[in-house]
């Protein structure tokens, strides 16, 4: 790992927000640079990202119908995301830019795959890796935020940096559930296990134009 450019201003150190204290490595340096690279590239693959999580969100909702906290705070969480969604679009359009087609991602793909089956340990596993993609974005969203601020786009920094606070709050509300809809499992044994398998990932993952 190449430290920062004589140029570039030190990062923070990693310090895990508490709200997503599962998180155990920052992303290696320079993702920053990439992304602010092709800003076009990253803001359509993040309104992607912001349309799977609705989906996603729906998809638990509609898995689950007879779970009622699970129900109500899906569908709130499908609505903030659709709202996510449509701010991303509106900034890509006050700058002209379309909406790409979606890419497979890689990093999610890993993490699902993670998954066990059904029943409660599978529930369980779902929410665990839902509250790790957000916990993800959470830091990506951030670091993008600050990037854009230091660059000079201060209203899409704010932007970025309100949106990665409500991505924090989203961890939250999956742990949570994970431990009030998953009695009998070892929910904070679990997200330990895939938090390690998470941070191999990201540890992994080249640099590219999207937020994961
Ligand atoms: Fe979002
Ligand atoms: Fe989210």
């Known amino acids: ?11 923070d150190p990693f310090v895990p927000d508490e709200r997503v204290e599962a998180l155990l490595i920052a992303t290696p340096p320079g993702w920053e640079e990439v992304a602010l690279g092709n800003l076009h590239a990253t803001m359509s693959d993040h309104a992607h990202a912001e349309k799977k999580a609705a989906l996603s969100a729906l998809s638990l ?7 009622d906290e699970l129900v109500y705070k899906m569908g709130k969480l499908a609505r903030e995301e659709i709202r996510h969604l449509d701010q991303v679009i509106g900034h890509m359009r006050r700058r002209g830019w379309s909406l790409l087609a979606d890419r497979p991602d890689r990093f999610a793909g890993a993490l699902l795959s993670e ?3 059904g029943g409660a340990e599978g529930l369980c596993d779902r929410l665990l890796v839902a ?3 957000e916990a993800r974005s959470w830091e990506r969203l951030n670091l993008l935020g600050r990037a854009l601020r230091s660059a000079g786009d201060v209203e899409l ?3 970025y940096g309100e ?3 409500s991505e924090a709050g989203h961890y939250r509300v999956f742990v949570e559930l994970a431990d009030a809809e998953c009695p009998g ?3 904070h044994g679990r997200l330990s296990e ?3 398998v998470e941070a191999g990932v990201i540890a992994d993952l080249p640099h590219e134009p999207r937020i994961h």
């Not at 790992?1 to 990062?11: G, H, I, K, V, Y």
């Not at 909702?61 to 779970?67: E, Q, T």
């Open 131 to 133: 509250a790790l993609i």
């Open 61 to 67: 909702l509609n898995a689950n119908p007879a779970r």
């Open 194 to 196: 895939l938090a390690q």
């Open 185 to 187: 499992v070892d929910v």
């Open 163 to 165: 949106l990665a606070r």
């Open 1 to 11: 790992m190449s430290p920062p450019a004589a140029d570039q201003p030190a990062r």
């Open 115 to 117: 998954r066990r089956g």
């Open 157 to 159: 920094g704010e932007f």
